[in-house]
């Protein structure tokens, strides 16, 4: 059974950082692109980064472009998201998903599965 798993989330200090882990199971992960997405209260889910199956391509929205970084390690079957000077308004539920395209757009309908999310809370 194709699964995704989350985690590295919590509380964290304005200016901190956290790495974030989306591990994979029941399925080869080098067939699939991986995106982060994110949702905080009363909003919607919005795109944050996604990285291609092979890895050499990556997206980042303009909100968190040089603060987080996302890399894959298809032999762990996991994909990370560096998230550095983390800001109050990065506050969300993360998500990890895999699409099966190359190297899909970062909307939540091109990915086909997904984790079921950890928690970020940045706050003093």
């Known amino acids: 059974q194709l699964q995704l798993v989350e985690s590295g989330g919590g509380l964290v200090q304005p200016g901190g950082s956290l790495r974030l882990s989306c591990a994979a199971s029941?399925?080869?992960?080098?067939?699939?692109?991986i995106g982060w997405f994110r949702q905080a209260p009363g909003k919607e889910r919005e795109g944050v980064s996604c990285?291609?199956?092979?890895?050499?391509?990556?997206n980042y929205a303009d909100s968190v472009k040089g603060r987080f970084t996302i890399s894959r390690d298809n032999a762990k079957k996991t994909v990370y998201l560096q998230m550095n000077s983390l800001k109050p308004e990065d506050t969300a539920l993360y998500f990890c998903?895999?699409?099966?395209?190359?190297?899909?757009?970062?909307?939540?309908?091109?990915?086909?599965?997904w984790g079921q999310g950890t928690q970020v809370t940045v706050s003093s």
């Open positions: 990285i291609s199956s092979g890895g050499g391509m990556t």
């Open positions: 998903a895999a699409g099966t395209l190359q190297f899909p757009p970062l909307q939540t309908y091109a990915y086909n599965y």
């Open positions: 029941g399925f080869t992960l080098d067939y699939y692109s």
